[in-house]
């Protein structure tokens, strides 16, 4: 039998008296990153009994429009080519990727 490796990404949210995140720190010790600050946090974990998305979405109170606008492009232009590794769907990786530059051309974020 294979010796199993386990791996530990730790989020640690700091919260004012309205719960609501002041501060967002992540560990990640075999990526090298430790309790880094973070401005937003998107998670997704696929629930395979249930067949549904379960998602945690976070961002600070003085996390700025326009970063929340790159992070979110950003994000999906990351899904795009997740997407494309997990599926070889190189059709609908184009779609998509389409859709991310219309996205980024509409908010401005494109040079």
Not at 54 to 77: A, G, S
Not at 87 to 102: I, S, V
Request: aromatic share 8%.
């Amino acid at each position: 039998m294979a010796k199993t490796i386990q791996s530990k990404i730790e989020l640690n949210v700091e919260l004012d008296e309205n719960r609501v995140p002041e501060k967002l720190k992540w560990s990640a010790q075999d990526g090298g990153v430790n309790n880094e600050e973070a401005k937003a946090i998107m998670l997704s974990v696929w629930d395979g009994n249930a067949k549904e998305t379960l998602k945690i979405d976070l961002w600070t109170k003085d996390m700025p429009v326009d970063e929340m606008k790159q992070f979110f492009h950003q994000t999906l232009v990351t899904m795009s080519d997740t997407f494309l590794r997990a599926t070889q769907d190189e059709k609908m990786t184009a779609t998509m990727k389409d859709f991310c530059d219309y996205f980024a051309e509409k908010l401005e974020l494109k040079k």
